[in-house]
């Protein structure tokens, strides 16, 4: 039974701009966490930036599932304001991650550059425990 079929450890929405997801670190949480991602941008009527956040959250949760342990948090803040969408993945690992070059033949250390060249900006913040990594995408006008 997948995740998505579970319940997620916690859901919190807030006056329809910010909703935040924190999942179980096992595998299933990327393909819930892509999941929720595209269903709310699309409720959100953001279908156009829908591929590229759930893939770019596949790339963070994939990365704290591969070098932390505990709960993940996926947060969406939508500014109208700003025409921006903030995408925020958390986990309980302090050291902020590094990219790295990837030889042509490595399986991995990718996600980071695809994160820095798909989008708008980035960066990491240190939490209570643990990180958060971030990235921004213009939203559509």
């Given amino acids: 039974m997948g995740l998505l079929a579970r319940e997620v450890i916690g859901v919190i929405d807030t006056e329809g701009d910010c909703v935040e997801w924190t ?9 819930a ?13 953001l279908d156009s930036v829908g591929d590229l956040a759930a893939l770019l959250v596949s ?21 109208s304001a700003d025409g921006v969408l903030r995408v925020e993945v958390s986990d309980s690992l302090p050291e902020p991650p590094r990219e790295r070059v ?18 708008r900006r980035w960066g990491t913040r ?16």
Avoid: C, Y
């Fill in 59 to 79: 790339e963070l949760v994939t990365n704290a599932l591969r070098h932390a342990t505990g709960p993940i948090g996926v947060r969406l803040v939508r500014s």
């Fill in 102 to 119: 990837a030889g042509p033949d490595d399986e991995g250390g990718r996600g980071l550059q695809l994160v820095a060249s798909a989008t």
């Fill in 23 to 31: 999942f179980p670190a096992e595998p299933d949480a990327v393909r």
């Fill in 126 to 141: 240190p939490g209570e425990a643990g990180k958060t990594v971030w990235f921004e995408l213009a939203m559509p006008e």
């Fill in 33 to 45: 966490a892509r999941s929720l991602v595209r269903g709310r941008l699309h409720g959100w009527g």
